[in-house]
């Protein structure tokens, strides 16, 4: 199988370094190219760090971007220019930048995910499910965190699976987001969705759904132990979305849930 040459953006931030560990142990990857939001005197497995410009894509298949929003539209206006796919790792988007790489997938195959975990993605589909099945007598909420040095809250992670308690109810998710608390011991319940965000020491990742009926409380959660298993989900998105026409695409299309 001939290797993808691969890009990575935000090459020196916590999961860009993770990536390249990773793209180290797979053959089906060849890393050609590594970029910031500008130029460094440096090297990285012998390639230099280049800024975000055609040219430093030039020879890539396939882009992986960490980075944050503003960074992520310079990618895009690159790679829809040179025709590349691009895996999005990056959080933090509003609603209407969220549109705004919609329209971008009209032209190159995009693979954006809050979180690129297997099991993460597993436990959006069980809240979606869980909402859906116990309906309005349970409210619920939402709990996430993080190491101090992620500067979004919630994660996107958290957002999406907010999104899934509204699809499992039928609702819009923007009319019944709730209030975003900040290293809050506790935080309550309410008629929207309500989410806690922790920020503190070097936690890779937790995430919990709680559904709460006054009587009982239905728990789901997830913890993350290794920073490996985001990069080899990233990875498995790259192979993936080789094979792809233009389109929005999601770990959930990976995972094949309906």
Same mark, same amino acid.
């Given at each position: 199988?001939?290797?993808?040459?691969?890009?990575?953006?935000?090459?020196?931030?916590?999961?860009?370094?993770?990536?390249?560990?990773?793209?180290?142990?797979?053959?089906?990857?060849?890393?050609?190219?590594?970029?910031?939001?500008?130029?460094?005197?440096?090297?990285?497995?012998?390639?230099?760090?280049?800024?975000?410009?055609?040219?430093?894509?030039?020879?890539?298949?396939?882009?992986?971007?960490?980075?944050?929003?503003?960074?992520?539209?310079?990618?895009?206006?690159?790679?829809?220019?040179?025709?590349?796919?691009?895996?999005?790792?990056?959080?933090?988007?509003?609603?209407?930048? /969220?549109?705004?790489?919609?329209?971008?997938?009209?032209?190159?195959?995009?693979?954006?995910?809050?979180?690129?975990?297997?099991?993460?993605?597993?436990?959006?589909?069980?809240?979606?499910?869980?909402?859906?099945?116990?309906?309005?007598?349970?409210?619920?909420?939402?709990? /996430?965190?993080?190491?101090?040095?992620?500067?979004?809250?919630?994660?996107?992670?958290?957002?999406?699976?907010?999104?899934?308690?509204?699809?499992?109810?039928?609702?819009?998710?923007?009319?019944?987001?709730?209030?975003?608390?900040?290293?809050?011991?506790?935080?309550?319940?309410?008629?929207?969705?309500?989410?806690?965000?922790?920020?503190?020491?070097?936690?890779?990742?937790?995430? /919990?759904?709680?559904?709460?009926?006054?009587?009982?409380?239905?728990?789901?959660?997830?913890?993350?132990?290794?920073?490996?298993?985001?990069?080899?989900?990233?990875?498995?998105?790259?192979?993936?979305?080789?094979?792809?026409?233009?389109?929005?695409?999601?770990?959930?299309?990976?995972?094949?849930?309906?």
């Amino acid at each position: 199988m001939k290797k993808i040459n691969v890009a990575i953006t935000g090459c020196m931030g916590r999961m860009g370094q993770q990536i390249i560990k990773s793209i180290k142990l797979d053959n089906n990857f060849k890393l050609v190219a590594l970029t910031e939001n500008r130029k460094i005197n440096k090297k990285i497995n012998g390639i230099k760090i280049d800024a975000n410009t055609d040219i430093a894509f030039k020879n890539s298949n396939l882009i992986i971007d960490f980075t944050i929003p503003k960074c992520t539209f310079q990618i895009l206006e690159i790679a829809s220019r040179l025709k590349k796919r691009v895996v999005i790792g990056t959080t933090g988007f509003t609603k209407k930048e /969220e549109n705004l790489i919609k329209k971008f997938s009209k032209k190159i195959p995009i693979l954006k995910a809050g979180n690129m975990s297997l099991g993460v993605n597993l436990l959006m589909y069980l809240t979606e499910i869980a909402s859906s099945s116990l309906g309005k007598k349970f409210l619920s909420k939402v709990y /996430e965190a993080h190491h101090k040095h992620k500067k979004d809250y919630p994660s996107g992670t958290a957002l999406m699976l907010g999104q899934g308690i509204a699809k499992g109810k039928n609702k819009n998710f923007y009319s019944i987001l709730g209030k975003k608390y900040l290293n809050k011991n506790t935080f309550p319940y309410g008629g929207k969705i309500n989410f806690n965000s922790i920020r503190k020491s070097e936690i890779i990742g937790e995430h /919990e759904v709680k559904f709460s009926s006054g009587k009982e409380i239905i728990t789901l959660n997830h913890e993350a132990f290794d920073r490996a298993l985001y990069s080899e989900g990233a990875l498995s998105a790259a192979k993936w979305l080789m094979t792809k026409k233009p389109g929005l695409y999601s770990m959930r299309d990976l995972m094949n849930f309906k």
